[in-house]
């Protein structure tokens, strides 16, 4: 029976591989994607502003047109 007893040896911890971090050499394009990521939520927000004031002015003329001749 001792030959089907396996021991439990220690595995040694894995070694991280560290990756050097390299300084941005490009800050200027940083700069581009972030102003394009501003102006797409500025659009975002403009087109969302106008989805709603369309929906309350909807809102308003099926209500005056559900009064009937006042």
Request: proline residues 9%; hydrophobic residues 45%; charged residues 15%.
């Amino acid at each position: 029976m001792t030959g089907n007893i396996t021991e439990n040896k220690v595995q040694p911890e894995p070694q991280l591989i560290e990756i050097p971090r390299i300084p941005s050499a490009r800050p200027y394009k940083r700069r581009i994607a972030q102003h394009k990521r501003n102006k797409a939520a500025g659009g975002l927000i403009t087109i969302t502003t106008a989805s709603l004031i369309l929906n309350i002015a909807f809102a308003v003329v099926i209500y005056i047109l559900q009064a009937g001749p006042v």
